[in-house]
């Protein structure tokens, strides 16, 4: 499929040289538009690069079930990090498919990631919560949201109640 991608990108990019190259278009506007596919191409990377199943750094859902999580000690350069593959929880319910999310590493979210995973071995199925930090406290809130570090926590997930006859 990424190979898709680019070829499209390849066709769209030399769509664009023909244009520049024989169109009778101001210069201004010949110059805008190679500026607007540059700044394309940086996108769609992006882009491409996320449907290849790489980890997700984006923020993790609020509430999730843990599905799977490996762990990257630090070691010489390299900071460490923390891999989970987890399903969102809305309403109550498991809502979408695993998502890969890659978290930097924590000594407290490496304890509590191995402490879920071996209750997950035992039967016992995991969620998680995941919060914003707050900010340091400095001005108003609108204006100090804090980082985009987020405080997360593993549960054991709740046996669900059966209704009564």
């Not at 999730?64 to 891999?83: C, S, T, W």
């Not at 997950?120 to 919560?129: F, K, L």
């Amino acid at each position: 499929m990424s190979l898709t991608f680019i070829l499209v990108f390849v066709i769209f990019a030399f769509l664009l040289a023909l244009a520049l190259v024989y169109s009778h278009w101001p210069r201004w506007l010949k110059g805008l538009l190679a500026i607007g596919v540059t700044g394309f191409y940086f996108f769609g990377f992006a882009s491409v690069h996320s449907l290849l199943g790489l980890p997700s750094t984006d923020a993790l859902p609020p509430r999730f079930v843990m599905i799977a999580a490996i762990v990257d000690e630090p070691r010489g350069k390299f900071p460490g990090a923390l891999y989970m593959w987890v399903t969102p929880i809305e309403e109550g319910k498991s809502v979408m498919h695993p998502r890969a999310y890659q978290l930097p590493y924590t000594r407290v979210l490496h304890e509590q990631i191995a402490d879920g995973m071996k209750k997950g071995r035992e039967g016992v199925p995991q969620m998680g919560t995941a919060e914003a930090k707050a900010g340091n406290g400095k001005g108003p809130t609108w204006l100090n949201p804090g980082t985009d570090e987020q405080e997360v926590k593993i549960l054991d997930l709740p046996t669900p109640q059966v209704p009564e006859k």
